[in-house]
């Protein structure tokens, strides 16, 4: 009996340490992978039951951009710790990061390292993100709320309570936590630009300040230079309007609304040939917008090409049958 149990034992002893890997194999001589993957493979092979070892490579797949690699080794990390919270939340980080995102299933790894590590305060924010994005905001706004009492995260819970805020038409409530976050982070862009685009859409002139605001901070930013072309444009500022339409499209020459609204001036101005030219190049990033084929339509109108303007007006109801300006400009050449 007592040999029984040694036999036995040993056995048990050979079969721990069978050097079995527990995950997916990658051979240290395997050329199809980077360097630093066969590094780590290679300490892999050699001890298998190490939970680091695969986070370290699945850290390293994350880095790389192959997301579903990163989740067959943080898979296996989490099978040999899944007590770890940095674990959990790499998970959530990759799954969120394919292609096809997989929400759910970082949802329920985002929450576990929440709930491992209370004070993770990357993975609060992700994890707030997801519920915003749900719009379950009674799930996120405590997540985001205990990052405002954090001086590092303060601005960025600010920041999202406001969004919160924002999507529920608390607008009051929003432009406060919106002054919060920059109160915690003056470099803060993303909260400057929401507290502006808010104020612009009361017609508000302190939004012009924030704009110019968002640009000290980042100087090359279509986005600014657009909303507040916009903004101008609202308030009757043409020039000043298509001033700020023009760096938008000189930053980002693929911005479609910034040429479509400066053709759109152009138009009111009957500056036929400049919004012909508008027209065609927002045309040309967006061939079935129809609004700028309704506009063009008009414009060919105006030039007496009653062929051409009926050929755009058609095309503009064919994209979108309830387009006004297209049928009134049908019917205004016979069509």
Known sequence: MRAAVVILCVLGMLACHSGKVKGRYISEKDTAFSQDIRDISAKINKDPDNAELYYRRGNTFYYQKKYKDALLDLGTAIELDSMNPAYHFLMGESALKMDS???????????????????????SLLLGKLWLARQ??????????????????????WLYLGICYKEKKDTNRALSAFERSMQANPQNYDAVMQKADLLAARRDELALKLYDRALVINEYSDEVFYA????????NRYEDAIKHYDRARNLNPGHILAHYNSAYIYMLFEDWVKALDMCNRTLDLDAGNANALAL????????????????DYKSALAKDPENAPAKAGLKAVGG
């Open 136 to 157: 379950e905001y009674e799930k996120a706004e405590p997540l985001f709320t205990t990052l405002t009492t954090q001086a590092s995260e303060a601005d960025k819970g």
């Open 101 to 123: 995102a997989d929400s759910k299933l970082a949802m329920k790894h985002l929450q576990k390292a929440v709930q491992l590590k209370p004070g993770f305060h990357e993975a």
């Open 296 to 311: 063009r339509g008009y414009v060919h109108e105006k030039q007496g090409d009653k062929k051409s303007a009926l050929e």
């Open 228 to 235: 507040k072309g916009l903004f101008l444009q609202k308030l």
